[in-house]
């Protein structure tokens, strides 16, 4: 078995990090619809990134690049022994049509005859995938294991016999013969369009390629927990700097602001904005790529600071302008963008306070 070969001529899949395509408005007809007119570069694309979902399922998911692919395509192993262990293969097609038996014939021929040569294990399943779906014809023979393989015996000299390999025509007879008469043909399965759909839900790919209408809606926002958790212990040490400069009076301790009301509302208000910010970063983790709450928070922060940095009499009116600034942004940096609130823009505001990045009161003046 010549793993070094295989190698060399598949890769990992894309990574999943990267600026986003930017989000539209959805489709107003069926995702399967659309996925049936992907061009050729498209359906690569979407199929690599469908690739993804499978990643729990297995120790490590591959993709076949080079010349000569002998019926592999997406490749993924259960185990870290690779192709001397457990593995499966899911072949990807776009054609016109739906798939028939004979555009999948050759692809049969070339697992019969590369996994005798030696070059690969019989995987544990082979799945069919195609853009516009699996045809009934061959819907049935992947459902009748013997009627596929008599089929691909009774169709080897018009699809497999010179179109395994370009270097030598491949007559079965002999060892290759008996080789397939024994195989196991209920390895070969098919994966359905929907099927591939809903692995791609599970992406961070699917909401910039298909539009919000495939977005998750939010959740509600639950309020802010009674008791000052430390994960907000900067911001709410800023709020009470901001506080005691315009009562000119130290504050520390919430239970103070009881005898001014203005600052208990501003301070629970505050605190519901940080929580609301803070929910847009838990959701949804599955859906988004990694880091794109940092980027809108990111873009949040370029959005506000030449606001803050303005000349302001004191830090409340620093805190309310800055907020009030970002109330009127429209962050654009990647998918989780279409479901920012006005809350999570202010709320990121006090995220930022969080960090030192943003401070209310200027302590040298």
Known sequence: MDNGRITANSRPLKAETGAPAQVGSGMNFPIAKLIEIFEPAQWEDFTEEWAHSLKPAYKLVTRWTGAGDMGLDIFCFSSNNGFDGPWDNYQCKRYAQKLTPTDIWVELGKVIYYSHAGEYTVPESYYFAASK????????????????KNGLIDNWSGYCLNGITETKAVPLEGDLLSYLNKFDFRIFKMKSVVEMIAGHMKTPYHR???????FPERPPVQPAPDEIQP???????????????????????RSELAKHKEMQEHFNRSRQLFYHAESLRNFPRDSVDPGAFDAIREEIYHGVVDTYDMDYANGLTRVRSTLKHAAMLTPNCNALC???????????????????????VKKNG
């Not at 779906?133 to 596929?148: S, Y």
């Not at 994960?231 to 709410?236: A, N, P, Q």
């Not at 920012?340 to 209310?360: F, I, M």
């Open 208 to 214: 910039r390629r298909f539009g919000t209408a495939s």
């Open 133 to 148: 779906g699996i045809g009934l014809k061959l819907k049935r023979l992947l459902l009748k294991p013997a009627c596929l």
């Open 231 to 253: 994960v907000e212990s900067r911001y709410i040490e800023q709020l009470f700097d901001v506080y005691s400069e315009k009562l000119s009076v130290q504050l520390s301790d």
């Open 338 to 360: 279409i479901r920012v609130q006005t809350q999570d823009k202010q709320g990121l505001c006090h995220h930022l306070a969080n960090e030192n990045r943003l401070q209310w």
